[in-house]
């Protein structure tokens, strides 16, 4: 399986929804570098379950176990970073029936095909959106580092169905905004469209049914000038770990698809020296990347996450032994919205591609 990334810093994941743990193996980190405990499990903490009526009622403390790597106050040693997260709170049993009558809109039937039928379909195996937690535990750690070369990272629930949020500021992003939104569960810009979308959540739960949305992330900080052209460069690097992130159907950068709608005069950022004498621009459609480069402007993208395809409905599938067409409902605990819980997932997965840019460019 491909659950290796990256070239400089290594990412390695490992586990599946209902082993003993799942884990994550973290390598090329600088020695030296203090950990913050506390703030590691602040991101554990906003990915996990059970914490919010949005989200599955599956229960998960998810606290990391470092295995090697960091020594015994909290140093990075420069050896491979290797944590656990045991899991412990699985219905291996609701899923059962699931081996032979694939869910719609999971991997169940590719991976049966592709697996020759060995996949572990429990809970979604290794195909599950669990394996975002060691994840954000890699990203808890990147994002202490990048810290302290002056990088921030933030993101929030931009849309969830038809509530919409604010967008950034893409020109302006102030730094406290960003601190402020990686600490929180559902972070919004404007606090009073959280219930609107949770409302919107309850709506789809009791219709046994799910609701996707848009997840809007911005990085401040970085240097200009860093990244390649063409295949190297910083969208490609990013969009190919955030498509890690289970449910991601697709990602935009800057103005990104509107880009498409404006006349070259409107979506031209133009440049200008600021009162310190830097190069900035006066908006930022272009996302703070221009030909695969950074521009020192903020980055920022969206990621479009699709509805939990696990929902309590009668659905159409087929019997894979019988070869006939059957009916399906799905048995579990499952979130009726996993955009919250998405949000820490694609900001560590922004962090761990960041570093690793940092780490080509001789910033390390």
């Given at each position: ?185 559902f972070p919004v810009l404007f606090p009073s469209i959280r219930q609107e979308m949770r409302r919107q959540i309850e709506e789809a739960r009791l219709a046994l049914d799910s609701l996707g ?107 894979l032994e019988t070869g006939e067409n059957v009916k399906l409902v799905i048995k579990g605990r499952h979130d009726p919205c996993i955009v919250p819980r998405a949000v820490p997932a694609l900001?560590?997965?922004a962090a761990v591609a960041v570093l690793e840019l940092l780490a080509q460019n001789g910033k390390l």
């Amino acid at each position: 399986m491909s659950s290796m990334w990256g070239e400089r810093i290594k990412l390695s994941v490992f586990g599946g929804s209902h082993t003993e743990a799942i884990g994550v193996t973290l390598d090329g980190l600088p020695a030296g570098e203090k950990m913050d405990w506390d703030e590691i499990l602040v991101q554990m903490a906003r990915r996990a379950p059970g914490q919010d009526p949005s989200a599955t009622r599956r229960v998960e403390k998810d606290e990391p176990h470092v295995v090697c790597g960091m020594s015994s106050d909290g140093v990075l040693t420069g050896a491979p970073l290797c944590a656990l997260i045991y899991n412990s709170d699985q219905h291996s049993k609701d899923y059962g029936n699931l081996k032979v009558t694939p869910r719609p809109g999971h991997a169940d039937y590719a991976a049966f095909v592709k697996y020759q039928g060995n996949n572990d379909i429990r809970g979604g195996g290794h195909f599950s959106g669990r394996l975002t937690a060691p994840l954000v535990f890699a990203g808890a750690v990147c994002r202490q580092i990048l810290s302290r070369h002056g990088i921030l990272i933030g993101g929030h629930v931009l849309s969830v169905g038809p509530a919409e949020d604010r967008r950034f500021n893409m020109a302006d992003i102030e730094p406290e905004i960003l601190k402020s939104l990686s600490r929180e569960y559902f972070p919004v810009l404007f606090p009073s469209i959280r219930q609107e979308m949770r409302r919107q959540i309850e709506e789809a739960r009791l219709a046994l049914d799910s609701l996707g949305g848009v997840v809007e992330c911005a990085v401040t900080g970085l240097p200009t000038g860093m990244g390649n052209p063409m295949f190297g460069g910083v969208e490609n690097l990013i969009s190919s770990i955030v498509f890690g992130v289970p449910a991601v159907k697709g990602i935009e950068f800057g103005a990104g698809f509107q880009a498409a709608r404006k006349m070259g005069h409107e979506n031209n950022d133009s440049f200008y020296y600021d009162d310190g004498g830097a190069v900035k621009t006066r908006t930022n459609n272009a996302g703070g990347i221009l030909g695969g480069i950074t521009t020192g402007m903020p980055l920022v993208f969206r990621a479009a996450v699709k509805p939990t395809p696990s929902i309590s409905r009668e659905q159409d599938t087929v019997n894979l032994e019988t070869g006939e067409n059957v009916k399906l409902v799905i048995k579990g605990r499952h979130d009726p919205c996993i955009v919250p819980r998405a949000v820490p997932a694609l900001e560590s997965a922004a962090a761990v591609a960041v570093l690793e840019l940092l780490a080509q460019n001789g910033k390390l």
